[in-house]
């Protein structure tokens, strides 16, 4: 496949609500859109998903723009690709930087799939035409988080994630559970605590959660195995799982018993689906995370979601859960607890152009 074009678009949007983790309070998002375009003139979207500041990993928008521009493009019009399982191996001397990699690498999987005429869902041997949608409360007061619940089952989400960090863990999940001892519920720390905090994550088992997510130190693959020896909600791994390898420390040590996959943060789609494979072959469940993004990475993660291993909801919620209007048309939607998997070819969702341009800081075309 021959890529002669690509676009790079830096974009700016408000959350409708402010977002909070034990980390940052997110209350607008930029990304990075991409757009490369083939000699027919097809085009293949992608999203890099990096934050505008290195609180989630060390990636940047503007690291991602530069590794982009600078260094992943020059690379992309000089090789030739066959198919785009080639591209994160094309990579490998580019240390890092998984968000800009994937980025790029998700694009040239839409563009391929469009000149294939296949959804992208089935190139990548999804196994389902819809993929359970789950939804993360995005604040830690007890009395608005049980409201937003209130409002998500309405909507039809059929899991909730709740962000918890030290001092706000014990009493809020007890109010939650007050109100919904059945829900299925988990929650996500983002590394707010360390082995100094075992008896507080051992009460928490009584709460039944389905897992904790990411409750010790980014690289802490070893910690990590520590602490599930002493308690009995599965831990999930998100931030600490960023390559293969780091999944078969996991796995080795026993630090969890799900993994959180994000196509951003494992450096692309290939790899995403690489560690679904390792993760199924080792009886550790996986689950799509989200990245408050937008459209498009959205449409990338239904497509990895249809895969057979993906079997509980991940953080995949329709476009109206962050956005006033989103960025692709049609947007996403979640109905009966379940978003569809579009027929169209790629990704399936068309760039909304007028909403494109008006969210748009800045852009620059490659050839
Ligand atoms: O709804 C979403 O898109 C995911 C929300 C979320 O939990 C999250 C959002 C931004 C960065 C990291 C995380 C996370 O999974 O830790
Ligand atoms: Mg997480």
Known sequence: MKIIEAQLSIIKMPLRSPFSTSLSKVTEREAI??????????????????FSTPWYT????????????????????????????????????????????????????DLYAKQQRKPLWELVGGVRDR?????????????????????????????????????????????????????????????????????????????????????????DIVEHSILQEKIKTPICLDESIVSLHDAKSAIHLKSCGVINIKIGRVGGLWNAIQMHDLCIANNIKVWCGGMIEFGISKAHNIALATKSGFTIPGDISSSSRYWEEDIISPEIIVRNGEIKAPTGFGIGYEVNKSRLEKVTLYKEIFS
């Open 33 to 50: 859109i991409i757009e490369i375009s083939d000699e027919e003139g097809r085009v293949g979207l992608g999203e890099a998903v990096p």
């Open 58 to 109: 060390e990636e940047t928008v503007k690291t991602a723009y530069h590794m982009l521009k600078d260094i992943l493009l020059p690379i992309i019009f000089q090789q030739p690709i066959q198919h785009p399982r080639e591209v994160s191996k094309s990579f490998e001397a580019i240390r890092g930087n998984h968000m800009a990699k994937s980025g790029i690498e998700t694009a040239i999987w």
């Open 131 to 219: 993929v359970p949608a789950g939804v993360v409360v995005g604040t830690q007061d007890p009395k608005e988080a049980i409201e937003n619940i209130a409002m998500y089952l309405q909507e039809g989400y059929k899991r909730v994630k709740v962000k918890i960090k030290p001092g706000n863990d014990y009493h809020l999940l007890n109010e939650i559970r007050k109100h919904y001892p059945t829900l299925d519920l988990m929650v996500d720390a983002n590394s707010a605590y360390s082995l100094n905090d075992v008896k507080v994550l051992q009460a928490l088992d009584e709460f039944q959660l389905l897992m904790i997510e990411q409750p010790l130190g980014i690289d």
